[in-house]
């Protein structure tokens, strides 16, 4: 029970994010946010570090493959989102990102011998591409035409968060909490100096108290916080149960961007996010 409540939590958590980062926008760059994040959530991660007094002399392999989730996980998604939610709702964003598994299952079945593209697989791929048309393809040709960029990057973002995963599943097999921290170190060293020539000013004042309790939630919680409970559940409730947490990310992520941030529920949000759900259902089933 107490795992599964963690379970729950970590996927609210993750689902919050999306209204955090459309909060922070309003009165940061989305780089700057995102150095902001990834320093913070840095800084968190050393702290649990040396009070556990575990060594930082570690692997030259842990480095390297922080350096590249730091990338891949990290820096290059949070800055594809954090832009996109510049003329995208945070709901929508959202649902885009239940298209991460999908498209992981996807590229797994081209990468990897022992994932076969099946039928049910490529139904779940079909069934997500046509969620992304329904957010994408309506707005090509109407007035809100120029959220099609956002919409692009958002779902970019979820390609990246699959490389990731794939990464990870082919390279990494050890690091835990050391190889957390040098993601998000390798992620604040990348995009500070961006975020500094983007806009040297608002990089070193004190934002906006929204956007400070946003960066707060967003590095101390969302990625630290969230880091502690994702290593310590893997273990306890398996890979299997964890991947369902696809499921509900969409649906409470839509649920949090309509209840704090009075954005609109229409009938294309509920058509994808039904189409998205159903995709990732299809292609979790093939696993189990």
């Not at 989305?30 to 702290?47: D, E, N, S, Y």
């Not at 964003?93 to 099946?118: H, K, N, Q, R, Y």
């Not at 779940?124 to 591409?129: A, D, M, N, Q, Y």
Request: net charge positive; glycine share 8%; with cysteine.
């Amino acid at each position: 029970m107490k795992n599964m409540m963690l379970w729950f939590l970590l996927a609210c958590i993750w689902a919050a994010t999306f209204p955090a980062i459309k909060i922070g926008i309003q009165t940061m760059q989305p780089m700057t946010l995102v150095a902001h994040r990834m320093i913070i959530a840095a800084l968190v991660l050393l702290a649990f570090i040396v009070y556990k007094r575990i060594p930082l002399h570690t692997s030259i392999s842990i480095w390297l493959h922080g350096i590249a989730i730091g990338l891949t996980g990290n820096v290059i998604p949070f800055f594809l989102i954090s832009w996109g939610e510049t003329t995208v709702d945070s709901s929508v964003a959202a649902v885009l990102m239940g298209l991460t598994p999908i498209v992981t299952v996807f590229l797994a079945s081209l990468l990897f011998a022992d994932e076969p593209l099946t039928g049910r697989k490529v139904a779940g791929l079909s069934l997500g591409i046509s969620g992304l048309l329904i957010l994408v393809g309506v707005g090509v040709f109407s007035e809100a035409g120029q959220h099609v960029p956002g919409l692009l990057a958002i779902a970019m973002a979820a390609v990246f968060y699959a490389l990731n995963t794939l990464y990870v599943r082919k390279f990494v097999h050890q690091g835990g909490i050391m190889l957390a921290f040098v993601a998000c170190l390798a992620g604040a060293l990348i995009t500070s100096p961006v975020a500094i020539a983007v806009d040297k000013e608002q990089f070193f004042q004190m934002p906006s108290l929204s956007a400070l309790l946003a960066l707060l939630y967003l590095g101390v919680i969302a990625t630290a916080l969230a880091t502690f409970v994702y290593l310590y559940l893997i273990p306890k409730i398996g890979a299997g149960r964890m991947s369902q947490i696809n499921f509900l990310i969409p649906v409470l992520g839509a649920f949090f961007g309509v209840v704090l941030l009075n954005e609109t529920l229409d009938a294309n949000l509920i058509i994808a996010l039904i189409t998205v759900i159903g995709a990732v259902y299809l292609v979790n089933r093939e696993k189990g």
